[in-house]
């Protein structure tokens, strides 16, 4: 085996080991934050040089295209989580278990990316949910973010458990917890999976993946999750761990229950209208940021589901690029709001909403950057070009105009339509903020933005543009990852 495909799994993992030694034995606790960083940049480096293709451990794990696009928002994600985090909790005594966490939360969404087993896709997803529902709950003084660990641990662990059922009847099934196997058994038994075994743990599994990937009616924790736990912690909820329910619903889903394609098909276009106009709607009314951002998420989970309804190598590829700039825009805008929020604090140690949309009035004349790159983010969501936002929608709706066409399908143009529209209704929400930002009178003093906020957020302004105007490479990258499902 050629263990240097997984090289940024044991470097992770190393790291984190140590950090945690680190800890007892550093009295000034703030390096460890610079270590994490530089680790996880180290990680990065090693994914994108990462060419070859291998399997490890009895073909439970894969190091393929999709595993690697994949891995890359994780680490990305958990990257610019942590660069914020050094400005944070740089008064936390607890920095060694929190970055500890962050890392193997990472960890284990990359072994999500690369499982090619139903066992090892389990135990990534249980990895790498133990250690967030800690880090939701990691402000323990805080009531809100000891809420929103809970909430989340609660129905966090009725989607293991219906996730689990699911596989387990996957299992029975095919005889085997192999992904490759299980599709081959399948398709020399269609009638097996479409069996009412079949179509049970069909309604298991888009339950139990739905609850990760925050879709209507699975979405009822995002809300106070995202706006308990602390900012950066809800940037990488939101960005992060939510994609492990979409590439193992790629890996499962599309690729080991294919019979099923066509009742998968129905149920995902009818979720994903549900989830993006449900989203959109209830994001109008909020004045809490976070909340606000938490239902927008629901909203792109519904874009990304689309990917689903007509499964094709196109639709694929642009759900991964939807994904992927999504990482960076609500990452970078969770992050923008955890800096209004220290902003606040500073004037006022006793201030509560800290995310409130009137302590955004004037952001542009008291926080210049963190103004301008959370107008970015709000636009490339709601898919203004150029943007990574515009480029996944671009992908992935223009994929199923084409099935449309093709198939001279009424109900598939329906589908567009209606994601156009929904992304058009999330202009409203969006621009409210801009308009706070940039006409409103400032509501504070000016106070000096921290270092390595300025470096989280603009990095991913630097991320969401690169996509837009120089789409190529990634698109590229994205139909290699899809051709991975053989679809």
Known sequence: ?????????????????????????????????????????????????????????????????????????????????????????KDNRN?????????????????????????ALFVGFELASMATYVLAGFEKKNPASLEAALKYFLVGSVSSALML???????????????????????????????????????????????????????????????????????????????????????????????????????????????????????????????????????????????????????IAGGILLALGHALMKGGAFIAVALVGYMVLSDNKNARNTDHIDNFAGLAQRAPITAFSLAVFFLALAGIPPSAGFIGKFVLFYSITIEAVSQVSGWLLLIVVIAILNSALSIYYYARVIRYMYVLPANGVKIHEPAPYVIAIVLAVIGTILIGVYPEPFVRMALDAASVLGV
């Open 1 to 89: 085996m050629n263990l240097l495909l997984l090289a940024p799994e044991i470097l992770l993992t190393s790291l984190g080991l140590l950090l945690v030694l680190l800890g007892l034995l550093v009295k000034n606790k703030n390096v460890i934050g610079y270590i994490s960083a530089a680790g996880l940049f180290a990680a990065l480096i090693l994914l994108i040089g990462i060419k070859g293709q291998d399997t490890f451990f009895y073909e439970a794990l894969s190091v393929d295209p999709l595993s690697q696009i994949f891995k890359i928002i994780f680490v990305v994600v958990s990257l610019l989580a942590v660069i914020a985090s050094i400005s944070y909790f």
């Open 95 to 119: 920095q060694d278990e929190y970055h500890f966490l962050i890392l193997f939360a990472t960890v284990g969404m990359m072994v999500v990316a690369s499982a090619n087993d139903l066992v």
């Open 165 to 315: 059922f699911g596989l387990s009847l996957v299992y029975g099934l095919a005889g085997s917890t192999n992904i490759p196997v299980i599709l081959e058994v399948f398709q020399a038994d269609p009638l097996m999976a479409t069996s009412s075994l079949g179509v049970v743990a069909m309604v298991f599994l888009i339950a139990g993946f739905g609850f990760k990937m925050a879709l209507v009616p699975f979405h009822m924790w995002a809300p106070d999750t995202y706006e308990g736990a602390p900012s950066v912690v809800s940037a990488m909820l939101a960005a992060g761990s939510k994609k492990m329910g979409f590439v193992a619903a790629f890996k499962v889903l599309v690729l080991a229950l294919v019979a099923l394609r066509m009742d998968l098909q129905v149920a995902f276009a009818v979720l994903a209208v549900i989830t993006m106009t449900y989203g959109n709607i209830v994001a109008i009314s909020q004045t809490s940021i976070k909340r606000m951002l938490a239902y927008s998420s629901i909203a792109q989970a519904g874009y990304i589901a689309l990917a689903f309804v007509v499964a094709t190598q196109l639709s």
